[in-house]
């Protein structure tokens, strides 16, 4: 007898949290013990503003499948204005890989407080199944980085 | 001498495709360049294609090997790689001279097998130049645009294309596509011969020579004072380089993939600021000194260590594609070169 | 207009106001102009040129010049004199040191332009009223300018001078330009279309860096992509993903300092159409942050740098369009 294997898609996401709002957001999903899948893996950042358009190419490049960036909210920013930069700088990031034909439902921006482990948690479950909906990232891929 | 006409040549390129790869210059967006050929490919009548032959020998970037680790063991997997036999049809003269030179570095020893491997399995089919252009100065090379050499040369001659074997694999070539072939005479493609030489005549860079150049001390050329006006504009690219035939410095780097180090070559640019970099420093720091390193090396260094063969083949590449359209024979005119009557 | 040019270039030479001249520089063959510093009235009466091939655009020399002992003269054309007051506005160039006069550009004509209609033996071009005429070893031949100018002379956003010391012939507009329109096809196109569209064209990119370094606005003295240290360091794309980083970046980098110059996509030894890059950037700058034109005042501060409390948020990029 055949068992037909089903190899599920788990896919790799990279979630850019800034130290002093979204990373602690994490920390209080945590401490709440809300669930969150295991394949988000968070790069600690001093700000969102910190996140270099390069930054998020490069997490594509090593085999992220989606990328997404969490800081404080518009006016709450540790360093007063940083978030309102990188809004900017990752409105025009995110356009021009639109541009470029690449999924846009791939990269994100979500304000999240260090309050809001809630949101935390709900963004990074809702972000991760649109990813698995959307497949393995071939676009922005390295296939040098894939093959094992 | 064998012919086939002109609107028969499909049949000639199918039969060489049946057995082999075959490439041809294509007409693109990005101006003319080799492609595979297939049924409903159309030959490109343009003079030359935009980047040179060289990438059949010498692709821009190449593995060599893959290092694996475990612990403190390192598994060392070199590249293998499968060759096959392959044609490339319509290069020009110039190109097809390029090649002794790219072969003067990569075939001595220790010999390249990377190249020595590509070089074996390709049969290059040459075309004369009907209609050479204004950048064109080959013959100051000793490259005859009417005798374009490979392993087969071609001719065409109104509707008809005149095919000769130049070598033994050129030979083998031609027997197996002999059906698409029918017999013709040498002396018929006489004519082309003489109307490319009166051509080449007429063109403005015909006089161009390296008299001036070859009668000068290596040091007095080196330390001239020539070289900070010519090299003022010089952006540091490395477009002249890349679209150069004989162009052949590259550079070995490791590539971290993260689950192992990809070890690759790839072309390296003596134009680039990063070009000498050792662990002590840069022995070009300035854009002058590296464009002077270009020339010299084509002009001097060359010809001084390989009994005074030019690395140029005047394919006029880098005059159609420098951004600042400075370029060799701006810089031999300069350094005195002469026109000779 | 090039004798003009030559006669106060003298005449500012002779009268100490400035001591070397930046202009252009004939060639082999009408077309293959070189930009170059003259010191003398000689050097300009031998070589000096302006004409329809003087494309290149001289502002970026003037980093490296009005460092320089002295003043130099620098000729620039209104399209020049945009990426001129943007770098001023990064503090990159001395302004003391630079003497400006602003010269028209009637639209400059595209040698490739010439080839592709079958032209070889190129020996002489010249403009003849609204034609040119190129004469070539097989004979002469007549075309229309406006069918071998280049693209991005076809687009013009401006034939006004954005600075200068002094005018030579009249001061032209800024133009009502349908650049935007192939950024716009492309946008309406699906992204499937458009990954395969880029795709071809960045696949073609041999990384010579000419688009990087003849870019008035990459000025940085050692690029991230030649800095070994940063970990992104590479001579030749060797994959798809480093063809694709090394434009996106480069675009991202200039975006709100391009002055939408074109000299990017003129420069491409392999016809990639570079400025479309530059261009959707400030397309986006333009409908989402207010109407922006780089170069225009060099006092302004760049939209990159700036920000209001109400933008718009990047989940933008989701909801429009497609």
């Known amino acids: 007898m055949q068992v037909e294997e089903t190899k599920e898609f788990k896919p790799t996401i990279v979630a850019f949290c800034c130290n002093w709002c979204s990373y602690a957001g994490a920390d209080l999903s945590g401490t709440n013990r809300l669930n969150y899948p295991a394949n988000v893996k968070i790069i600690r950042v001093p700000c969102s503003c910190r996140v270099n358009p390069m930054f998020i190419l490069r997490a594509f490049q090593r085999g992220a499948d989606g990328v997404i960036l969490c800081g404080c909210h518009p006016g709450d920013c540790h360093y007063t204005t940083g978030n309102y930069y990188a809004r900017r700088r990752m409105t025009l990031l995110f356009s021009m890989l639109d541009f470029l034909g690449i999924e846009k439902e791939r990269t994100r921006v979500e304000w999240v407080s260090a309050a809001e482990g809630a949101k935390f948690a709900a963004t990074m479950n809702d972000f991760v199944a649109t990813i698995t909906k959307l497949g393995e990232n071939r676009r922005l891929e390295d296939i040098r980085c894939k093959k094992q | ?341 | 207009m090039q004798e003009a040019m030559i006669k106060r270039a003298k005449e500012l030479l002779a009268e100490g106001t400035v001591n070397r001249v930046m202009g252009w520089q004939a060639g082999e063959f009408a077309y293959d102009i070189t930009p170059t510093v003259f010191s003398s009235a000689d050097e300009l009466d031998k070589a000096f040129v302006y004409n329809d091939f003087c494309s290149a655009n001289v502002s970026k020399y003037m980093i490296k010049e009005s460092r320089k002992e002295g003043k130099i003269l620098c000729f620039l054309k209104p399209c020049d004199s945009y990426s001129f007051n943007q770098l001023l506005a990064e503090h990159r160039i001395w302004r003391d040191n630079v003497y400006i006069i602003g010269i028209p550009s009637y639209g400059k004509v595209d040698v490739n332009k010439v080839r592709a209609k079958g032209v070889t033996g190129i020996t002489g071009i010249h403009t003849d009223g609204p034609n040119v005429v190129v004469e070539t070893i097989y004979g002469s031949e007549t075309m229309v300018k406006m069918d071998v100018m280049e693209d991005r002379c076809l687009c013009c956003k401006s034939k006004k001078h954005m600075v200068y010391d002094e005018l030579l012939g009249e001061e032209g507009e800024v133009l009502q330009s349908n650049r935007f329109e192939q950024v716009e096809a492309l946008e309406n196109m699906t992204p499937e279309e458009r990954y395969e569209f880029w795709r071809s064209e960045l696949s073609k990119c041999i990384r010579c860096n000419a688009c990087r370094n003849v870019c008035p606005a990459c000025t940085c003295e050692n690029c991230v992509f030649d800095n070994p240290a940063s970990g992104v360091a590479n001579k030749a794309p060797s994959s798809d993903f480093e063809e694709n980083m090394f434009h996106i970046i480069r675009a991202f980098h200039v975006a709100g300092r391009c002055t939408d110059c074109g000299e990017c996509s003129r420069v491409c030894p392999q016809n990639i159409p570079l400025h479309l890059l530059n261009r959707k950037f400030i397309k986006d700058i333009n409908e989402l942050y207010g109407t922006y034109q780089a170069g225009e005042d060099k006092d302004a501060r760049g939209p990159l740098t700036n920000f209001t409390v109400d933008d718009c948020e990047p989940s933008i990029v989701h909801h429009r369009r497609g």
Request: aromatic share 10%; net charge negative.
């Open chain 2, 1 to 341: 001498m064998l012919k086939v006409s002109v609107d028969k040549i499909n049949d000639l390129f199918r039969a060489i495709a049946a057995t082999q790869k075959l490439y041809l210059p294509v007409d693109t967006n990005a101006g003319a360049q080799y492609r595979e050929w297939s049924e409903g490919v159309t030959m490109s009548q343009a003079l030359n294609t935009n980047r040179s032959a060289k990438d059949f020998f010498f692709p821009q970037t190449e593995n060599l090997a893959e290092f694996k680790m475990e612990g403190k063991k390192i598994e060392v997997k070199p590249q293998v790689n499968e060759y096959e036999d392959y044609v490339v049809f319509g290069v020009r003269a110039c190109d097809a001279a390029s090649f002794a030179i790219l072969d003067r570095v990569f075939l001595s020893e220790p010999v390249d097998t990377f190249y020595a491997h590509r070089r074996e399995h390709g049969t290059i089919i040459t075309l004369a130049c009907n209609r050479p252009a204004e950048t064109c100065f080959c013959t100051t090379f000793g490259v005859d645009p009417a005798v374009p050499g490979g392993d087969v040369s071609a001719w065409q001659k109104g509707e008809e294309l005149y095919l000769e074997a130049q070598t033994e694999k050129g030979e083998k070539l031609l027997q197996a596509v002999a059906g698409a072939l029918s017999q013709a005479e040498s002396e018929d493609i006489e004519p082309v011969k003489a109307a490319i030489r009166v051509m080449m005549e007429k063109l403005p860079l015909a006089k161009l020579s390296l008299k001036g150049i070859e009668d000068q001390k290596m040091l007095d050329l080196f330390y001239s004072d020539k070289w900070n006006a010519l090299s003022e504009s010089c952006l540091g690219c490395g477009t002249c380089t890349f679209v150069c035939p004989t162009c052949q410095c590259y550079d070995v780097r490791d590539f971290d993939t993260g689950n192992g180090i990809q070890r690759f070559r790839c072309w390296d640019s003596c134009m680039y600021s990063d070009f000498t970099k050792m662990a002590h420093g840069n022995i070009r720091n300035s854009q002058m000194e590296r464009f002077r390193q270009r020339f010299m090396h084509k002009l001097v260094y060359f010809p001084e260590n390989n009994e005074g063969i030019y690395s140029c083949v005047g394919c006029g590449r880098c005059l159609a594609k420098c951004p600042i359209h400075m370029n060799i024979v701006k810089v031999i005119k300069t350094m005195g070169g002469t026109e000779n009557e």
